[in-house]
T-cell receptor, first 116, second 115 residues
Protein backbone atom coordinates (compact mmCIF):
# COMPACT_ATOMS: atom_id res chain seq x y z
CA UNK A 1 0.00 0.00 0.00
CA UNK A 2 1.31 3.42 -1.01
CA UNK A 3 1.70 5.50 2.10
CA UNK A 4 3.61 7.93 4.25
CA UNK A 5 4.36 6.65 7.73
CA UNK A 6 5.37 8.60 10.80
CA UNK A 7 6.64 7.44 14.15
CA UNK A 8 5.83 7.90 16.88
CA UNK A 9 2.19 8.86 16.53
CA UNK A 10 2.07 10.31 20.03
CA UNK A 11 4.89 11.55 22.21
CA UNK A 12 5.07 13.31 25.55
CA UNK A 13 8.52 14.52 26.48
CA UNK A 14 10.28 17.08 28.63
CA UNK A 15 12.08 20.27 27.75
CA UNK A 16 15.58 19.74 26.41
CA UNK A 17 15.39 16.01 25.70
CA UNK A 18 16.42 15.43 22.10
CA UNK A 19 13.93 13.56 19.96
CA UNK A 20 13.48 12.41 16.40
CA UNK A 21 10.24 11.94 14.52
CA UNK A 22 10.71 9.57 11.62
CA UNK A 23 9.00 9.84 8.27
CA UNK A 24 9.12 7.30 5.50
CA UNK A 25 7.37 7.02 2.13
CA UNK A 26 7.23 4.05 -0.22
CA UNK A 27 6.16 5.90 -3.36
CA UNK A 28 9.62 6.91 -4.62
CA UNK A 29 8.69 10.57 -4.28
CA UNK A 30 11.38 13.20 -4.76
CA UNK A 31 9.72 15.89 -2.65
CA UNK A 32 9.17 15.63 1.10
CA UNK A 33 8.15 18.20 3.64
CA UNK A 34 7.30 18.76 7.29
CA UNK A 35 4.42 20.87 8.56
CA UNK A 36 3.12 21.72 11.98
CA UNK A 37 -0.50 22.42 12.76
CA UNK A 38 -1.51 24.70 15.60
CA UNK A 39 -4.91 26.10 16.60
CA UNK A 40 -5.39 29.57 15.21
CA UNK A 41 -2.17 29.39 13.17
CA UNK A 42 -3.12 26.63 10.75
CA UNK A 43 -0.59 24.50 8.91
CA UNK A 44 2.90 25.90 8.50
CA UNK A 45 5.85 24.41 6.70
CA UNK A 46 8.96 23.68 8.76
CA UNK A 47 11.42 22.24 6.24
CA UNK A 48 11.27 20.68 2.84
CA UNK A 49 13.47 18.57 0.60
CA UNK A 50 13.44 18.55 -3.18
CA UNK A 51 15.53 15.39 -3.37
CA UNK A 52 18.24 13.40 -1.59
CA UNK A 53 20.78 15.66 0.14
CA UNK A 54 18.75 18.77 -0.77
CA UNK A 55 16.89 20.43 2.10
CA UNK A 56 15.71 23.96 2.74
CA UNK A 57 13.93 25.99 5.37
CA UNK A 58 10.23 26.59 5.36
CA UNK A 59 8.37 29.22 7.32
CA UNK A 60 9.14 28.06 10.86
CA UNK A 61 12.47 26.19 10.90
CA UNK A 62 13.79 27.47 14.25
CA UNK A 63 14.44 24.67 16.71
CA UNK A 64 14.28 21.92 14.10
CA UNK A 65 16.73 20.00 11.95
CA UNK A 66 16.19 17.59 9.09
CA UNK A 67 18.25 15.32 6.91
CA UNK A 68 17.62 13.52 3.63
CA UNK A 69 20.21 10.79 3.24
CA UNK A 70 17.84 8.42 1.47
CA UNK A 71 14.98 9.15 -0.85
CA UNK A 72 12.38 7.42 1.28
CA UNK A 73 13.24 8.91 4.70
CA UNK A 74 13.01 12.45 6.01
CA UNK A 75 13.39 12.57 9.81
CA UNK A 76 12.59 15.65 11.86
CA UNK A 77 14.97 16.29 14.73
CA UNK A 78 14.31 18.46 17.76
CA UNK A 79 17.69 18.92 19.42
CA UNK A 80 16.35 20.68 22.52
CA UNK A 81 12.55 20.68 22.50
CA UNK A 82 10.67 23.48 24.19
CA UNK A 83 6.99 23.80 25.16
CA UNK A 84 6.29 26.06 22.16
CA UNK A 85 7.04 23.07 19.95
CA UNK A 86 4.01 21.26 21.30
CA UNK A 87 2.03 20.67 18.14
CA UNK A 88 0.62 18.23 15.61
CA UNK A 89 3.29 17.41 13.04
CA UNK A 90 2.72 16.13 9.52
CA UNK A 91 5.15 14.72 7.04
CA UNK A 92 4.21 14.90 3.36
CA UNK A 93 5.61 13.63 0.08
CA UNK A 94 4.94 14.33 -3.55
CA UNK A 95 6.22 13.32 -6.96
CA UNK A 96 7.68 16.24 -8.88
CA UNK A 97 7.34 16.08 -12.63
CA UNK A 98 8.66 19.54 -13.50
CA UNK A 99 9.51 22.82 -11.88
CA UNK A 100 6.06 24.21 -12.71
CA UNK A 101 3.87 21.20 -12.13
CA UNK A 102 2.72 20.59 -8.61
CA UNK A 103 1.29 17.24 -7.78
CA UNK A 104 -0.75 16.48 -4.72
CA UNK A 105 1.12 16.05 -1.47
CA UNK A 106 0.36 12.88 0.44
CA UNK A 107 0.39 13.30 4.18
CA UNK A 108 1.37 10.95 6.94
CA UNK A 109 -1.03 10.26 9.82
CA UNK A 110 0.47 12.94 12.05
CA UNK A 111 2.52 12.96 15.24
CA UNK A 112 1.06 14.64 18.27
CA UNK A 113 3.93 16.01 20.34
CA UNK A 114 3.66 17.45 23.83
CA UNK A 115 6.70 19.08 25.40
CA UNK A 116 6.39 19.65 29.16
CA UNK B 1 1.49 37.49 -2.43
CA UNK B 2 -0.39 34.22 -2.40
CA UNK B 3 -3.28 33.65 -0.06
CA UNK B 4 -6.20 31.31 0.48
CA UNK B 5 -9.31 32.41 2.33
CA UNK B 6 -12.03 30.15 3.66
CA UNK B 7 -14.44 32.58 5.21
CA UNK B 8 -16.72 29.93 6.70
CA UNK B 9 -15.19 28.80 9.96
CA UNK B 10 -17.93 26.36 10.89
CA UNK B 11 -20.94 24.96 9.09
CA UNK B 12 -23.57 22.72 10.57
CA UNK B 13 -26.09 20.83 8.46
CA UNK B 14 -28.51 17.98 8.87
CA UNK B 15 -27.83 14.74 7.06
CA UNK B 16 -28.94 14.69 3.40
CA UNK B 17 -28.65 18.43 3.02
CA UNK B 18 -26.36 19.81 0.33
CA UNK B 19 -23.55 22.04 1.54
CA UNK B 20 -21.03 24.27 -0.24
CA UNK B 21 -17.66 25.20 1.20
CA UNK B 22 -16.17 28.40 -0.16
CA UNK B 23 -12.56 28.99 -1.12
CA UNK B 24 -11.16 32.24 -2.50
CA UNK B 25 -7.53 32.48 -3.51
CA UNK B 26 -5.03 35.15 -4.47
CA UNK B 27 -2.05 34.63 -6.72
CA UNK B 28 -0.18 36.64 -9.33
CA UNK B 29 0.81 33.53 -11.22
CA UNK B 30 -0.96 32.80 -14.47
CA UNK B 31 -0.40 29.07 -14.02
CA UNK B 32 -1.26 27.57 -10.69
CA UNK B 33 -2.81 24.63 -8.93
CA UNK B 34 -5.43 24.31 -6.24
CA UNK B 35 -6.14 21.48 -3.83
CA UNK B 36 -8.76 20.38 -1.35
CA UNK B 37 -7.94 18.26 1.68
CA UNK B 38 -10.14 16.68 4.34
CA UNK B 39 -9.13 16.32 7.98
CA UNK B 40 -11.56 13.99 9.80
CA UNK B 41 -11.72 13.86 13.60
CA UNK B 42 -9.01 11.17 13.58
CA UNK B 43 -6.58 13.89 12.46
CA UNK B 44 -5.02 12.73 9.22
CA UNK B 45 -5.03 14.90 6.09
CA UNK B 46 -6.69 13.24 3.13
CA UNK B 47 -6.20 14.52 -0.40
CA UNK B 48 -9.46 15.10 -2.28
CA UNK B 49 -8.71 16.90 -5.53
CA UNK B 50 -6.12 18.80 -7.56
CA UNK B 51 -7.10 21.36 -10.17
CA UNK B 52 -4.85 23.36 -12.49
CA UNK B 53 -5.65 26.85 -13.73
CA UNK B 54 -5.98 25.70 -17.35
CA UNK B 55 -8.96 23.53 -16.61
CA UNK B 56 -12.11 25.37 -15.62
CA UNK B 57 -14.44 22.45 -16.05
CA UNK B 58 -16.34 21.47 -12.99
CA UNK B 59 -15.34 18.19 -11.42
CA UNK B 60 -17.69 15.63 -9.96
CA UNK B 61 -16.75 12.60 -7.92
CA UNK B 62 -19.70 10.81 -6.46
CA UNK B 63 -21.37 13.16 -3.97
CA UNK B 64 -18.50 15.64 -4.23
CA UNK B 65 -18.26 18.37 -6.84
CA UNK B 66 -15.97 21.34 -7.35
CA UNK B 67 -16.69 24.63 -9.06
CA UNK B 68 -13.60 26.48 -10.27
CA UNK B 69 -14.09 30.07 -11.44
CA UNK B 70 -11.01 32.05 -12.40
CA UNK B 71 -13.06 35.21 -12.88
CA UNK B 72 -13.85 35.31 -9.18
CA UNK B 73 -10.74 33.44 -7.96
CA UNK B 74 -12.87 30.83 -6.32
CA UNK B 75 -12.68 27.06 -6.02
CA UNK B 76 -15.77 25.97 -4.14
CA UNK B 77 -16.56 22.48 -2.93
CA UNK B 78 -20.08 21.05 -2.73
CA UNK B 79 -21.16 17.92 -0.93
CA UNK B 80 -24.51 16.61 -2.11
CA UNK B 81 -26.73 14.65 0.26
CA UNK B 82 -24.30 15.03 3.13
CA UNK B 83 -23.65 12.17 5.52
CA UNK B 84 -22.41 12.03 9.09
CA UNK B 85 -19.09 10.63 7.84
CA UNK B 86 -18.52 13.88 5.96
CA UNK B 87 -18.01 15.65 9.29
CA UNK B 88 -14.47 16.98 9.15
CA UNK B 89 -12.38 20.08 8.65
CA UNK B 90 -11.88 20.86 4.98
CA UNK B 91 -8.90 22.80 3.70
CA UNK B 92 -8.36 24.52 0.41
CA UNK B 93 -4.67 24.94 -0.53
CA UNK B 94 -2.47 26.66 -3.11
CA UNK B 95 1.17 25.61 -3.76
CA UNK B 96 3.73 28.35 -3.39
CA UNK B 97 6.17 28.55 -6.29
CA UNK B 98 8.75 30.25 -4.09
CA UNK B 99 9.26 27.62 -1.43
CA UNK B 100 9.51 24.33 -3.23
CA UNK B 101 5.79 23.79 -3.49
CA UNK B 102 4.89 24.62 0.07
CA UNK B 103 1.14 24.38 0.43
CA UNK B 104 -0.55 27.59 1.49
CA UNK B 105 -3.62 26.43 3.36
CA UNK B 106 -6.79 28.28 4.09
CA UNK B 107 -7.95 28.46 7.67
CA UNK B 108 -10.22 25.47 7.14
CA UNK B 109 -13.98 25.01 7.39
CA UNK B 110 -15.27 22.70 10.06
CA UNK B 111 -18.29 20.84 8.75
CA UNK B 112 -20.60 19.13 11.17
CA UNK B 113 -23.26 16.84 9.72
CA UNK B 114 -25.91 15.88 12.23
CA UNK B 115 -28.13 12.82 11.88
Amino acid sequence: EAQVTQNPRYLITVTGKKLTVTCSQNMNHEYMSWYRQDPGLGLRQIYYSMNVEVTDKGDVPEGYKVSRKEKRNFPLILESPSPNQTSLYFCASSPRTSSRTYNEQFFGPGTRLTVL
Amino acid sequence: AQKVTQAQTEISVVEKEDVTLDCVYETRDTTYYLFWYKQPPSGELVFLIRRNSFDEQNEISGRYSWNFQKSTSSFNFTITASQVVDSAVYFCALPSYNQGGKLIFGQGTELSVKP
